[in-house]
């Protein structure tokens, strides 16, 4: 599996950015996606996921803010964050999971200036 991110930067608060992920060598209709972020001195933690029949989840700190989204056809996974925060700011992970294997591609920072 490879996983590769694009789009993260430096937003003002209240800015929005798009994260992209290409994933090859998975089944990825069938996979689960999603995207994870590591702060400074932080956890790992999960910000969205999608999965077949386009099944979200949102972690309760983007909820209404963030839009996870998937192109079948191009095999890439997006997140749309708007309204960022300087909280947001996190090194964001692309994610899969299928059939008991997880995945994670490089990560793309993301910083918000207050």
């Known amino acids: ?15 929005s950015l ?3 992920c290409a994933a090859s060598r ?4 069938s996979a689960l996606m999603g995207w994870y972020r590591q ?14 029949g386009g099944i979200v989840y949102y972690a309760d700190s983007v909820k ?3 839009t996870i989204s998937r ?9 749309q964050m708007n309204a960022l925060r ?11 999971y ?5 995945h994670f591609g490089q990560g793309t920072q993301v910083t918000v200036s207050s």
């Open 71 to 79: 192109d079948l056809r191009k095999h890439t996974i997006y997140l």
């Open 86 to 96: 300087p909280e947001d700011r996190a090194v964001y992970y692309c994610n899969s």
């Open 1 to 15: 599996v490879q996983l590769q991110a694009f789009g993260g930067g430096l937003v003002q608060a209240g800015g």
């Open 26 to 29: 998975i089944n990825f209709s």
């Open 39 to 52: 702060a400074p001195g932080k956890e790992r933690e999960l910000v969205a996921s999608i999965r077949g």
């Open 98 to 102: 299928r059939a008991g294997a997880n």
């Open 64 to 66: 209404g803010r963030f």
């Open 18 to 20: 798009r994260l992209s």
